[in-house]
């Protein structure tokens, strides 16, 4: 396919003149990418011909514009699903009004969870109940300063109700708790829908849906898609053409919104909203789920975490799942009696009771294709139904509904065939990205590193580090795959070195990375929640050091399974491309302009010895390879001077 055209005669392709246009309209003015344009002739061909699409852009590709741009001039709906809202955002608030600015004639609309609307219903019962009794309710116990802070918070969220037009908490600022926006918004499960909500009408979750339903592009994330899917298809409007950015995390999520997640704390949330509303008669019926949530809560505990469930009748999880289930129906039973009073707090409870026992029968009674594991930490456990999977649900709730374009600067080994696509009807292209990795990084692979199951691999491995962070002067991220490795090293870093020593955990992710860029010696020490989506271009990032190979937990019980189905094939079709995705997005984090220069050091052996080290290292960009810290350190002292 030609770089600027796709038209016989050399002229440009109409898709590729309106990108021209479009980054033409870039402050200071735009720069024609080849990897971009292929992209956006790519993108618009498989919405002409209906076929799936699945296209690795690398950094630096502008992906963005180039899928927006043809999905702008598609003349129906798109949807555009991201893995993120951070990136859902930057579309709504950047690229978007950018292509519509310059294209014309576009409506947009950003749609999000209902939980992430500001609930009319709630804030108005706050303003019949009394304040403080609707906080009593809600508060757990909380002492004097965490009770200030709370009212605070709600009394802010209040303020702002008057104010907003969409009633989005993306609006608000970081100062306004969890805590707070619970009592003032509704899950899914809990709503019981515009039509019977007394704020139906006047709801902002139902006016987002409306505007969406009207839009041209329609920019959710992938939970969002996931929620739309499990439901059957009635959360998002019908559309039929997708954009899936970051399409690497497909598989993840969509095992996350296709599954179950019990925990205690929903059991007992609904407990309280129920012992708020039912007459004295079914006060016992609502003490009964408390009192069930407390159980459950004891019975996860008995295990480890991340350990999978096997259930066993008249026993353990499984008895107290169907004493959950009689309990749940009683409760049914007992708000129905006083469904006719009109509180909405009835509607409320009779919707996540409804939910909850449809989710516990499920739970009972795994399918051949689920697996059923205990999520979260000790004091904070849940019980998840996963499909093993997704793949069917997939081809059918998605790919059968829809042209499907995919996107990511890493495209999984094996994307496709874990998806469930059919090879018939896809496209898969890399366009490249407009960096040279060769003259811009080098990837060092240290030796004698050694087993890391050996006393002193720790110690070894801040010896390396020492020598990386003392050679960029600072300007080192260190990522590692276990939170207690990442604390040991960056305490026996810290005392070797002389510049900041950031560790995950000391402050919110966001204060962290901002203080990393903005104190150019400073490193940060963190673990896999910072392997994708940190963006650090410039001098500040000189070194991503990488502890070892990313591979999934051999007891890890969703992989467990999924490695039970491949069978003889389960290290090539389950360990090996997860861990290639996970590197790649690691490795990611380095080059990020076209001015950026630094290595990635690898702190395992065997991503230079192991046979399977090709898979890996051709899921990264051609970097510069080496084993020598001498190379590193000149390469290093060129690049900073």
């Not at 898609?225 to 039929?240: I, Q, R, Y």
């Not at 690497?248 to 007992?268: A, D, F, K, Y």
């Amino acid at each position: 396919m030609p770089v600027e055209s796709s038209t016989p005669d050399g002229t440009r392709s109409p898709i590729v003149q309106a990108l021209v246009d479009v980054t033409d309209a870039l402050p200071g003015g735009g720069e024609l990418r080849p990897g971009q344009l292929v992209m956006a002739d790519a993108v618009d061909e498989a919405f002409a011909e209906s076929r799936h699409l699945i296209i690795q852009a690398g950094t630096g590709t502008g992906k963005s514009l180039a899928y927006l741009v043809p999905a702008a001039k598609r003349g129906r709906p798109v949807l555009i699903a991201t893995a993120t809202k951070a990136l859902q955002e930057q579309l709504a608030e950047r690229d978007l009004p950018l292509v519509a600015s310059t294209l014309g004639d576009l409506s947009v609309a950003v749609l999000k969870g209902r939980a992430n609307y500001l609930c009319r219903q709630r804030t108005a019962e706050l303003a019949e109940r009394g304040f403080q009794s609707a906080l009593a309710d809600e508060s757990d116990g909380d002492d004097g300063p965490r009770q200030e802070r709370l009212v605070a918070s709600v009394q802010r969220i209040l303020a702002w109700e008057s104010t907003t037009q969409s009633g989005d908490r993306s609006e608000l600022d970081d100062d306004v708790s969890d805590k707070a926006w619970s009592m003032v918004s509704v899950g899914p499960r809990e709503c019981p829908g515009a039509f019977v909500c007394p704020q139906g009408s006047r709801c902002f979750a139902e006016q987002a849906r409306n505007n969406a339903a009207e839009a041209d592009l329609i920019v959710v994330n992938l939970h969002l898609l996931g929620s739309h899917m499990a439901s059957g298809g009635t959360v998002l409007p019908d559309v039929d053409a997708i954009i899936i950015d970051e399409a690497h995390e497909l598989e993840g999520v969509m095992t996350q919104s296709l599954g179950i997640e019990l925990s205690p704390g929903r059991i007992r949330s609904l407990g309280t909203l129920a012992r708020q509303v039912v007459k004295s008669s079914g006060t016992s019926q609502a003490m009964e789920l408390t009192n069930l949530a407390e159980a459950l809560a004891i019975e996860l505990g008995f295990f480890d975490d991340a350990a999978r469930v096997e259930l066993v009748d008249g026993e353990g999880v499984s008895e107290t799942l169907r004493l959950l289930d009689e309990a749940t129906r009683r409760i049914l039973s007992a708000l129905r009696d006083v469904q006719e009073n009109g509180d909405a707090r009835v509607a409320r409870a009779i919707s996540a009771a409804t939910r909850l026992l449809e989710e516990v029968g499920k739970l009972r009674t795994p399918g051949d294709n689920d697996v059923l594991w205990i999520s979260g930490t000790r004091n904070a456990h849940a019980l998840v139904l996963s499909p093993i999977d997704v793949g069917p649900a997939l081809a059918a709730g998605l790919f059968a509904q829809a042209t499907v374009v995919m996107t990511s600067a890493t495209i999984p080994p094996m994307f496709s065939q874990r998806l469930g696509i059919d090879p018939a009807e896809f496209t898969q292209l890399d366009v490249g990205s407009p960096f040279d990795f060769a003259q811009q990084s080098m990837l060092y692979v240290a030796e004698g590193i050694g087993d890391r199951r050996a006393d002193d691999a720790e110690e070894r491995i801040a010896d390396e580090l020492k020598a990386l962070i003392d050679a960029a002067g600072g300007r080192t991220l260190a990522l590692f795959t276990s939170r207690r490795a990442m604390e040991h090293v960056a305490d026996l870093v810290a005392d070797r070195v002389d510049y900041p020593v950031l560790v995950q955990g000391a402050a919110t992710n966001r204060a962290l990375i901002d203080r990393f860029r903005d104190e150019e010696d400073a490193c940060l020490f963190a673990t896999m929640g910072m392997w994708q989506g940190l963006d650090v271009p410039g001098r500040s990032l000189s070194v991503v050091a990488i502890d070892r190979l990313p591979f999934g937990r051999p007891d890890d019980p969703l992989l467990e399974a999924r490695r039970s189905l491949a069978g003889s094939k389960a290290f090539s079709l389950v360990d090996l491309p997860r861990a290639a995705t996970l590197l790649a997005q690691g490795v990611g984090r380095l080059i990020r302009s076209t001015s950026d220069r630094g290595v990635v050091a690898v702190l395992d052996d065997r991503l230079a010895t192991a046979n399977y080290r090709s898979v890996l290292l051709n899921a990264l960009p051609p970097m510069k390879r080496t084993r020598s810290r001498e190379e590193v350190i000149a390469f290093l002292d060129d690049a900073l001077h």
